[in-house]
């Protein structure tokens, strides 16, 4: 967006103005057919100063006066025809009403002018956008495009589009070669053209006369559709993984202040929030400094303290109190995450705020058109494989772990042995919160962070949880790993709102059959 | 007795404080409202009728709670499930009832004009029958209740385990209803009600006539609630919160106790929800946010869990602070609310009522 | 000692009749256990136990800790469920089938180890709670004491000499009259077979001494399983005695036999 903007800017400022008056005229006062054929033509001029009034178009600035077409930034006007100042600004002026059938238009229109811009980025995302939308009238520019495109992405997006609008005008050779092209293709919509050669009209005939492009369409859309469905399945495993990996983290802290120490914390995703939070002021710090690409660095290790920090203190002040009541702790930890998004909400507002990626963990990798791996999501994945990395070497290998599991195996007995058990159990629950704290900074880089952040995830975390088996790290992994699939297999079949609840339900049905979860040690002391 | 569970109704002191909460609702609110010219500083406007009613609903949710969490022990954070299940029954046939009223001028409600929809999907079949849409108030939440208690208690689940599943299950429902292919408003829910039985709906006498059933069926979920607990019913239910091996050990199938009370206090959270409906005149899938659940939980906490006058007080505490904060410090509610929670959880474990008792 | 006249209402004691609730012990046993193993995550609780207990019979087990006592009432009351072998109460009922609740309908009681007692209800409801009657939902609802049951009630609560705390909060008691409270409700369910984890710890020697009295005048009419630690106790008014290790029985006979017995010293007293 931003770069869009400096784009139009610059467009804007040179201000080479020279456009034909009728032209302008008809997009200005002209019916819907008239817009959109004085758009085709701006198009074919395919000059700065007309990408600058489409994007005025675009972005609501035109305006009409009398017989004049002004374009009106704030309280400036210019001539949309000449570029001239218009001072002082009219004072009868009214919006140039552009339908969804025009706006449709102006989009692909600004695409098509935006293939020459200098910026690879701005051509390859134009390009991209060309690919579903394109209109007879682009093809001599997009043919202008080619010829001095060099970036291969880019060059291969245009190479489809010309063939998607040569297919309907070109001669049999070049309809062949397109055909030929689009079997190249990786892009969905690129199926339904080939469908359309191969389908059938009511009185039996093909829609397509010519049999030799139905054969070449037809070997086409086989080698497409093999891809496609490929591309899908790898689609279909990295999201998967991704909301694995997500559900992982928001997980693992509860894995310790729940599964391991048995604390019902309902205030856990308020603590996610508290480290989403903490990246964004980190973030905030960092901006007006060089080094904005770095911020990640101080903002990792500062979400964990702050989250820490917060879960220590609502150990000290009320957890400690109710140990042994559970169901006293659940409320307790309720009105603390209340109080905690209240508080959030009088410092920061009650908004979303923007949480922006370092610039390497934009963009993504493309494995497929319409499969892309975002790098904010591998980054996460393996962030969430170092976390749980961590929390077991901690949890086996350091000091502060062999105290966790005593006392929560054996308290009296650790006790004896000169455990300090009250400070474990603060330290431990420092622990569990500051995890939540990696999961608030994690989720701040793919989501909103905003006060009700954390109420989103509670439920899925204590599924997490429940499902993997009380105390149980492996089983934790598998659940939300478990979770992830199953909600992402059944998305792609019935929708994220049904996904959603089949996977509740299922978890419902899933605890009564095995109260204990996946993971459970079956022993007598269970209810005792 | 010195110890033990009451095994009488009520007391003199009890039946008399009974007469006069009838005499409130019956003689003196409607009176105050209906016949006192508004200009009169004893007038009772239509906010406090709306707003007392709207909180007797709550105390009636508040005792269903009650049964199940302080007689039973069994913590349920989905017990706004079943008050908005019953709420939505009636409220199709409130929607039936507005009729061809509606923005679209359209006989079938606004919301599937909306989404061009031809007929009544079937859900809403005989909907426009009040008798129906009533046994619907009931049947719906106590058959879910049933079925899911039926599960649960079957396989053993209790404690957090079981308030997690039911924070679960109220959370599954609110997504489904809040899409609009589920046929219930999506998340506009429903609401602009004209008529009930045919009556506009918006009139005094149609407000305080739904005020007093109110308060009857709050003064009949009390007496209800009072019997079962004095009946050895109530001694085993309070046995199970307490010792449910020793319960089974004694020969009691623990299964069906919390089934019929868990089933009971779900058809009441539905009543109620059908009187707070019309009354409040809006119903959307918030009602079954989590959010809203857990604080029936604090209601019951703040008045005193395993007393009947407790939840009633509890309800009426902070659904009046809510009021309050809600109009004079908007932003202090949540404070409040959570210090509430803290405050109950860890100074009055035995709530408001406890509190009194260990004054005497 | 007396006991309840309803309590013991004689037909426990006599061979060979078919009793009540179908129980049939035609063959004089009461209960009959064969080859029960039960395993938690490849700990053997229970390794090929046989036992079988007969009309009348009071039996003590002894064994060490971790020998499966515990685990074998869990088996009998229906609590654990056994990965092999059969439990028969008479000859008839396989208890392995039936729910906790079910097998104490059927006259099986059981005493917990650690006194679980109805801690907020009063000593009377405690016992009342747990008195032979009706106990499905619809007829709790409506339920009313009679006389005789309110009889019976004072019978009892005279047996376990509490007939001064009837109305006391049950909590309130020592930890001897919780344990005596316990007895007391294991009573009002007028069972066959009464099995007591441990029924004496943490009574007073007089406590102790009343205890074995109230067991010895018991048996006959019921049978009684007894596990217990304290072997002056077991010594007073143990019949026969079979000892657990290791999820098995190491030994079985009178006090004498089992104290002479060259494995039990080995494992248990000669220690």
Request: neutral net charge.
């Given at each position: 967006m931003r770069i869009l903007l400096t784009i139009s800017l610059w467009l804007f400022a040179s201000g080479a103005f020279a456009l034909d008056a009728a032209t302008v005229n008809k997009l200005g006062f002209g019916d819907g057919d008239e817009k959109i054929a004085a758009i085709a033509a701006l198009v074919a001029e395919g000059d700065p100063a007309a990408a600058a009034l489409l994007q005025a178009a675009t972005d609501g600035e035109l305006q009409t006066a009398g017989k004049l077409v002004l374009i009106v930034k704030g309280e400036e006007a210019v001539?949309?025809?000449?570029?001239a100042k218009v001072t002082p600004l009219p004072e009868e002026r009214e919006d140039v009403i552009l339908n969804n059938r025009v706006r449709r238009e102006l989009g692909g229109a600004m695409a098509a002018l935006k293939l020459?811009?200098?910026d690879r980025a701005t051509r390859l995302a134009a390009a991209k956008e060309l690919t579903g939308n394109a209109d007879q009238a682009m093809l001599p520019l997009i043919k202008k495009a080619l010829a001095s495109e060099t970036d291969a992405g880019v060059k291969q997006l245009l190479e489809l589009t010309q063939a998607t609008l040569e297919l309907?005008?070109?001669t049999k050779e070049s309809r062949i070669a397109a055909v030929r092209t689009l079997g190249l293709s990786?892009?969905?919509n690129t199926k339904m053209l080939l469908l359309g050669i191969l389908e059938k009209s009511k009185e039996g005939g093909?829609?397509?006369?010519d049999e030799d492009i139905r054969i070449e369409a037809q070997k086409s859309l086989k080698a497409l559709e093999g891809r496609l469905a490929w591309g899908e399945r790898a689609g279909v495993l990295f999201t998967s993984v991704s909301l694995g990996s997500i559900l992982l983290l928001a997980a693992l802290g509860l894995a310790i202040?729940?599964?391991?120490?048995?604390v019902i914390n309902m205030a856990h995703g308020e603590l996610i929030m508290v480290g989403a939070y903490t990246t964004y002021v980190v973030q905030n710090l960092f901006?007006?400094?060089?080094f904005f690409d770095w911020y990640l660095l101080a903002a990792v290790p500062a979400s964990f303290i702050a989250a820490a920090a917060v879960g220590m203190a609502l150990e000290r002040l009320v957890i400690r109190w109710l140990y042994g009541r559970p169901l006293e702790t659940l409320l307790a930890t309720w009105g603390i995450s209340l109080m905690l998004i209240q508080t959030v909400r009088t410092i920061f507002g009650a908004q979303n705020v923007q949480v922006e990626n370092p610039a390497f963990m934009s963009g993504g990798m493309e494995l497929?058109?319409?499969?892309v791996m975002p790098w904010s999501r591998i980054v996460i994945i393996c962030f969430a494989g170092a976390v749980l990395v961590g929390m077991w070497l901690l949890l086996t290998k350091t000091r502060l772990g062999l105290f966790v599991r005593a006392v929560t195996q054996n308290r009296p007995m650790a006790s004896c042995v000169g455990v300090p058990t009250a400070r474990v159990d603060t330290w431990a629950f420092g622990l569990g919160s500051g995890i939540a704290g990696l999961a608030g900074c994690a989720l701040s880089q793919i989501g909103n962070v905003g006060p009700d952040l954390g109420q989103s995830y509670i439920v899925d975390s204590f599924m997490v949880v429940v499902l993997g088996g009380v105390g149980q790290l492996a089983g934790t992994v598998y659940a939300a790993l478990g979770l992830g699939f199953a909600n992402k297999l059944l998305e792609a079949w019935q929708g994220a709102v049904l996904a959603k609840i089949a996977v509740l339900v299922f978890i419902i049905f899933f605890i009564q059959k095995r109260p204990q979860g996946m993971f459970a040690l079956r022993g007598r002391a269970l209810d005792a | 007795m010195t110890g033990g569970i009451s095994r009488r109704l009520y007391g003199p002191r009890g039946w008399a404080i009974l007469a006069l909460f009838c005499v409130a609702v019956f003689g003196v609110m409607p009176v105050l409202n209906l016949?006192?010219?508004?200009?009169?500083?004893?007038h009772v406007s239509a906010y406090w009728v709306t707003l007392l009613g709207k909180i007797m609903c709550y105390a009636i949710v508040a005792v269903a709670m009650d049964l199940v969490w302080?007689?039973?022990g069994i913590l349920s954070l989905g017990h706004g499930l079943f008050f908005a299940l019953g709420g939505y029954s009636f409220g199709m046939y409130l929607m039936r009832q507005i009729g061809s009223d509606g923005q679209y001028r359209q006989p079938m409600p606004d919301f599937m004009v909306f989404l061009d929809w031809k007929e009544f999907p079937w859900?809403?079949?005989?909907?426009?029958?009040f008798w129906w849409c009533a046994m619907l108030v009931i049947v719906v939440p106590g058959l879910l209740a049933y079925v899911f208690g039926y599960f649960a208690f079957r396989s053993r689940v209790k404690g957090v385990y079981l308030s997690i599943i039911t924070q679960a299950l109220t959370f599954a429902a609110m997504l489904l209803f809040f899409r609009n292919a589920t046929g219930?408003?999506?998340?506009?829910?429903?609401?602009d009600f004209r008529r009930i039985l045919d009556i506009p709906i918006a009139t005094p006498q149609t407000r305080m006539a739904l005020f007093a059933i109110t308060g009857a069926t709050l003064i009949g979920t009390l007496l209800l609630a009072r019997w079962l607990t004095t009946s050895r019913f109530g001694r085993v239910l309070a046995a199970i919160r307490d010792a449910e091996q020793r319960v089974m050990f004694c020969g009691y199938d623990t299964v069906h106790y919390k089934l019929f009370v868990w089933t009971l206090s779900a058809v009441i959270c539905g009543v109620a929800g059908a009187l707070y409906v019309p009354q409040v005149g809006i119903i959307n899938?918030?009602?079954?946010s989590p959010a809203n659940s857990i604080e029936i939980a604090i209601w019951v906490a703040v008045g005193g869990?395993?007393?009947?006058i407790g939840p009633l007080i509890g309800a009426g505490l902070v659904n009046g602070a809510k009021s309050y904060f809600t109009q004079a410090f908007p932003e202090y509610w949540l404070f409040a609310l959570g210090l509430i929670f803290i405050l109950v959880t860890l100074f009055?474990?035995?709530?408001v009522m406890g509190f009194l008792g260990k004054k005497k | 000692m007396s006991i309840s006249a309803t309590t013991a209402t004689?037909?426990?004691?006599?061979?060979?009749r078919v009793a009540?609730?179908?129980?049939?012990s035609t063959h004089g046993v009461v209960l009959y256990m064969e080859d029960i193993s039960v395993s938690f995550d490849g700990f053997k609780?229970?390794?090929?136990l046989s036992l079988s207990i007969d009309i009348g019979e009071l039996r003590c087990v002894i064994g060490p800790n971790g020998a499966g006592k515990t685990t074998m009432m869990d088996v009998i009351t229906g609590k654990t469920r056994p990965d092999e072998g059969t439990v028969y109460f008479?000859?008839?009922?396989?208890?392995?089938?039936?729910?906790e609740a079910q097998i104490s309908t059927a006259g099986i009681g059981r005493k917990f180890q650690k006194p679980t007692i109805f801690?907020?209800?009063s000593v009377f409801e405690n016992l009342e709670l747990s008195m032979?009657?009706?106990?499905?939902v619809r007829k709790t609802l409506f339920s009313s004491l009679s006389s005789a049951q309110k009889d019976s009630i004072a019978e009892t609560l005279k047996t376990i000499r509490l007939n001064d705390s009837?109305?006391?909060?049950?909590?309130?008691?020592?930890h001897g009259q919780k344990q005596w409270l316990e007895i007391g409700m294991l009573l009002m369910q007028e069972p066959r077979l009464l099995l007591l984890d441990e029924?004496?710890?943490?009574?007073?020697d007089d406590e102790t001494e009343r205890t074995g009295e109230l067991f010895l005048s018991l048996a006959g009419k019921h049978s009684l399983v007894v596990v217990e630690h304290d072997m002056a106790f077991v010594e007073k008014i143990a019949r026969k005695i079979t000892v657990l290790h290791e999820g098995g029985v190491l030994a079985e006979g009178s006090m004498s036999e089992v104290q002479n017995d060259p494995k039990v010293i080995e494992v248990y007293l000669g220690r």
């Open positions: 001539n949309a025809a000449t570029g020459i811009s200098p309907k005008t070109g990786t892009n969905p093909y829609a397509e006369p202040t729940y599964g391991l120490m048995g901006k007006r400094t060089d497929l058109t319409g499969v | 016949a006192v010219p508004a200009d009169s500083p004893f302080g007689y039973a859900q809403w079949w005989n909907s426009d029958s219930f408003g999506g998340n506009n829910g429903f609401t899938p918030g009602e079954m869990r395993g007393t009947l009055l474990p035995q709530g | 004689g037909e426990g004691g006599s061979l060979g009540r609730e179908g129980l049939d609780a229970l390794n090929k008479g000859q008839t009922i396989d208890l392995t089938r039936l729910s801690e907020h209800h032979k009657a009706d106990k499905r009837a109305d006391r909060v049950a909590g309130l008691l020592s029924p004496v710890a943490g009574m007073s």
